[in-house]
């Protein structure tokens, strides 16, 4: 029943902020880009779907790679939880905890901790 309601109320906002060049405007939103092939099939999605039709300019994005969140010390994974707690609306790509040949095939430093909204599977890709 939430869910219902949360989408009527999104659609009403979106319908009443419509901007100069006719694009819904989308209610503020946590997006964390993930990983390899979901980031890449996730930019097409947005350049043919969601780009055209909605005025995302008040998207808070944030790089959750295993690469990014490395080079931060995991900050850019707790900076995103902070605003996904403020703005209240996540969407979050697939993202991984890398395996050992994982890591040492992107450099990384160490495996990250899981985040607050971790995946429920985990990719297995240690096969050359």
């Known amino acids: 029943m939430q869910m219902r309601t949360a989408v009527k109320q999104a659609r009403h906002f979106a319908l009443r902020q419509m901007s100069a060049d006719s694009k819904a405007v989308a209610p503020p939103m946590v997006y964390i880009a993930g990983e390899e092939m979901t980031n890449y099939c996730m930019n097409l999605i947005m350049d043919k779907w969601v780009n055209p039709k909605w005025d995302t300019s008040q998207w808070e994005h944030f790089d959750l790679s295993c690469v990014s969140r490395d080079n931060t010390e995991d900050k850019v ?18 993202t991984v905890t890398p395996t050992e040949v994982q890591k040492k095939k992107a450099g990384t430093q160490e495996v990250m901790g899981q985040s607050k909204w971790s995946n429920a599977s985990r990719m297995e890709r240690d096969h050359d």
């Open 77 to 94: 994974l707790h900076d995103a939880v902070a605003a996904g707690a403020r703005i209240g609306s996540i969407f979050k790509e697939p």
